[in-house]
């Protein structure tokens, strides 16, 4: 895993924004069930597309509902594998996590994008 990055303007009142996620080799397996969310003051996100292949893949999330932060993090469950069918991370889920990815502020409110730009 390399990394996660925001694929759209930041910071967004936006319903949905992609984030373009960058593995150091092709794989394959890529796909819902691998992302979870670290969010602050945003609740019901989900990933609503994925796309992609070899080492780049973009990440389509329904922003849910609420202002704050909201970060893409995958969560290694061994579904994810490279050409020699290696799992993300080697054997055992868990070990492949990447939760250090580019954040989103999220504001719905005219009032509120001024606040947290501070």
Same mark, same amino acid.
């Given at each position: ?25 092709? #794989? %394959? @397996? *890529?796909?819902? $069930?691998?992302? /979870?969310? !670290?969010?602050?003051?945003? =609740? +019901?996100?989900? #990933? %609503? @597309? *994925?796309?992609? $292949?070899?080492? /780049?893949? !973009?990440?389509?999330?329904? =922003? +849910? ?54």
């Amino acid at each position: 895993m390399v990394s996660i990055n925001r694929a759209n303007e930041n910071p967004t009142d936006a319903a949905s924004v992609n984030f373009t996620v960058k593995f150091s080799e092709p #794989v %394959t @397996g *890529v796909d819902a $069930s691998d992302f /979870t969310f !670290t969010a602050s003051g945003i =609740t +019901g996100a989900s #990933v %609503t @597309g *994925v796309s992609g $292949s070899h080492s /780049t893949y !973009t990440i389509t999330v329904n =922003t +849910g509902t609420g202002d704050g932060s909201l970060r893409l993090d995958l969560t290694d469950n061994d579904s994810i594998i490279d050409s020699s069918g290696n799992p993300l991370g080697g054997a055992s889920a868990g070990n492949g996590n990447f939760t250090t990815g580019q954040v989103y502020l999220i504001g719905r409110h005219h009032i509120f994008l001024p606040l947290i730009l501070r």
